[in-house]
């Protein structure tokens, strides 16, 4: 049986903007991309052989909403701290400042970034034991 695997897709408003910030800032792949499909452009951004990814997509004519709030997250447990701070240090070489997180909470263990669209991924310095 395949394992079940993830995609977690939204509009953007700037496809280059934002496979900047998941690319070089987060070091995803550019997994597929595709043009005019039915009006729509968009790319998909993970790892290889990762049970998830990304998929970002710019409907033709429309300008795609900001994210309606800080609270919308993309977490990312990161347990190993060399590890936790190259990717903190990826994503300020790459132009990217932390912000506040609205819920401290993820500022106590965590950075939180913010992406070109108003949504926020947390860089969480803690495994995940659930």
């Given at each position: 049986?395949?394992?079940?695997?993830?995609?977690?897709?939204?509009p953007t408003?700037?496809?280059?903007?934002?496979?900047?910030?998941?690319?070089?800032?987060?070091?995803?792949?550019?997994?597929?991309?595709?043009?005019?499909?039915?009006?729509?452009?968009?790319?998909?951004?993970?790892?290889?052989?990762?049970?998830?990814?990304?998929?970002?997509?710019?409907?033709?004519?429309?300008?795609?909403?900001?994210?309606?709030?800080?609270?919308?997250?993309?977490?990312?447990?990161?347990?190993?701290?060399?590890?936790?701070?190259?990717?903190?240090?990826?994503?300020?070489?790459?132009?990217?400042?932390?912000?506040?997180?609205?819920?401290?909470?993820?500022?106590?263990?965590?950075?939180?970034?913010?992406?070109?669209?108003?949504?926020?991924?947390?860089?969480?310095?803690?495994?995940?034991?659930?």
């Amino acid at each position: 049986m395949d394992t079940v695997k993830l995609r977690v897709a939204r509009p953007t408003r700037d496809l280059d903007a934002v496979v900047h910030f998941y690319r070089d800032g987060l070091g995803f792949e550019v997994l597929g991309r595709f043009e005019d499909h039915a009006g729509f452009d968009g790319v998909m951004l993970g790892h290889p052989g990762a049970p998830y990814h990304l998929e970002f997509t710019v409907e033709r004519g429309h300008e795609a909403p900001r994210a309606p709030t800080e609270e919308h997250l993309l977490v990312f447990y990161v347990p190993d701290t060399e590890a936790w701070a190259e990717q903190v240090r990826r994503m300020e070489a790459a132009s990217f400042v932390a912000v506040p997180s609205r819920n401290p909470y993820w500022d106590a263990h965590g950075r939180t970034f913010e992406d070109p669209d108003g949504y926020r991924v947390v860089l969480q310095g803690a495994a995940w034991t659930r």
